[in-house]
Every structure is written in C-alpha cells, then in structure tokens.
T-cell receptor, first 113, second 111 residues
C-alpha cells in the first residue's frame, strides 16, 4: 500500500510569488492534516480535514495560506504571496477514522528567498 | 496553551538503554504519542499512551504518568540506526485530534 506522498519535495521561490503544495493521503484515510516545521522549531499543526471539510484550521498562520481538499481525496496548500518567514518543511499526514496513528509524508521543503 | 518539553540532545552507545523524557503542560489531555524522524525523512509513529503505565513495542517502550504530566520513551538494545530525532506529541486519541509536538530530542548512538 502506498504511503502519504507530497509534491514537490523541494520548492525555491522568491518573496511575493505563489506556491502550491500537494498531498496525497493513504487511500481510505478520512483525516488529513497539514503541519509545518520552521528551522530550529518544533513541528506545528496547521489544519485538519475530515474528508472534504475543514475540521480545525486554528494553526493557519494568516490568510495568505489556503488549503483545499476537494472531493475528500488529495489536498493542496497554497501560499500567496509567500514571505520569507514561510520557509520551512511542510508535512502532510493522514489517519483512519478512530485511529491514534498518523502517517506522515516526506514533506515539502519550501525556501522563500 | 500547550507545551511539551524534551531534552534537546541525548548521546548513548550501541547496545545501551536510553530514556527520553517529555514533560507537558496542556489545557486538555488527549494522550501522548511518540514519533521518530530521521534526517530529511517523514516522522513515523512509535507508540501511544492514553492511560498511565507502560506500553511496550519491541525494543521501544513508552510510559505515561498523567498526575505528573510526564512521559518517557525507552529505547533498549540501541542500534546505530536509532540515531534520529524523537518527538513526543499530545493528542491523536479517537483519530481526529491534531498533534501538538514537543521540542524534539536528537539521539546520537555511538559505537
């Protein structure tokens, strides 16, 4: 069974540009999460989807970040316009309903210059 | 708010036993999980404690004391491949809660 996949693995953009990150969760996992790790800091929660609905978006830093999960399958996270402080590794994770275990993707390393 | 504190770095020799501690302050408690992350890799789930006591999974065990707001991860028979970052995380029970991660502990296993 394929794990959680994320695309791209790396992205280097200039301040003010737009970037869209994609996450494909494990098939059948209703729960999808986005997390971010800024260098030197802990992994921080961004938001949580249950199927196509946003269950909790309390961790989204500001309105420059937009997450979608149309159809309840893959999800995208768009940053527009990107700022220097958005640099970090963005992780996606998925889990089955009722499970304590979250499966993480390899992350997208975003660098904003 | 929620915060989980861990030692930043631990060093041990191959074959030894090491304990990584996690103390937390949370407004509500939803279980304590442990994740391992190798450099550049995805965090992978190791264990979960909802109740007080010890949970054992092979060479790894995890302990929780809710009255002390404290838990630890115990790694036995250390191997070089265990060199990684280890994170405690609060939440995850019932399959719907976000994880709040600790500060992370870098474990270095030496010969």
């Amino acid at each position: 069974e394929a794990g959680v996949t994320q695309f791209p693995s790396h992205s280097v953009i200039e301040k003010g540009q737009t970037v869209t990150l994609r996450c494909d969760p494990i098939s059948g996992h209703d729960n999808l999460y986005w997390y971010r790790r800024v260098m030197g800091k802990e992994i921080k929660f961004l938001l949580h989807f249950v199927k196509e609905s946003k269950q909790d978006e309390s961790g989204m830093p500001n309105n420059r970040f937009l997450a979608e999960r149309t159809g309840g399958t893959y999800s995208t996270l768009k940053v527009q316009p990107a700022e220097l402080e958005d640099s970090g590794v963005y992780f996606c994770a998925s889990s089955q309903a009722g499970s304590n275990e979250q499966f993480f993707g390899p992350g997208t390393r975003l660098t904003v210059l | 708010g929620q915060s989980l504190e861990q030692p930043s770095e631990v060093t041990a020799v191959e074959g030894a036993i090491v304990q990584i501690n996690c103390t937390y302050q949370t407004s509500g408690f939803y279980g304590l999980s442990w994740y391992q992350q190798h450099d550049g890799g995805a965090p992978t789930f190791l264990s979960y404690n909802a109740l007080d006591g010890l949970e054992e999974t092979g060479r790894f065990s995890s302990f929780l004391s809710r009255s002390d707001s404290y838990g630890y991860l115990l790694l036995q028979e250390l191997q070089m491949k265990d060199s990684a970052s280890y994170f405690c995380a609060q939440g995850g029970t019932g399959g719907g809660n976000k994880l709040t991660f600790g500060t992370g502990t870098q474990l270095k296993v030496e010969l």
